[in-house]
């Protein structure tokens, strides 16, 4: 699968959904968040039901407020409204993969 930006209308399923949701939230030129990304993109690639959506920090100041989001790059993953887990740093591969597959069996 490939990571896809999350659109305006199904955030909000999404956000409140029993599926975890795997938030990336970046701005373009970040050359931090693009190092993220291609770590992010090596785990969707082989963890086939890993579906992780982009969220243009730049795009929504509102909803980097609300959630007290203090820098970009980030991870996180929400499961019925609730934010379970946030990442600042993402360290490794194998530590990503550590932290999130877990949350697939939820």
């Not at 409140?16 to 770590?39: I, R, S």
């Not at 609300?66 to 820098?71: A, G, K, L």
């Not at 409204?81 to 530590?95: N, R």
Request: glycine letters at 4%; a negative charge.
């Amino acid at each position: 699968m490939e990571m896809k930006e999350i659109q305006k209308d199904q955030f909000e399923h999404l956000w409140k959904g029993e599926t975890p949701l795997f938030l990336f939230v970046h701005t373009p030129f970040c050359g931090t968040c693009q190092l993220a990304e291609n770590m992010l993109r090596m785990i969707e690639n082989k963890v086939s039901a890993l579906q992780i959506y982009k969220l243009n920090a730049s795009l929504y100041p509102d909803f980097m407020e609300q959630y007290q989001i203090t820098s970009v790059p980030c991870l996180l993953i929400v499961k019925s409204g609730e934010v379970q887990e946030i990442f600042y740093a993402f360290h490794s591969v194998p530590y990503l993969v550590h932290k999130l597959v877990p949350h697939l069996g939820d």
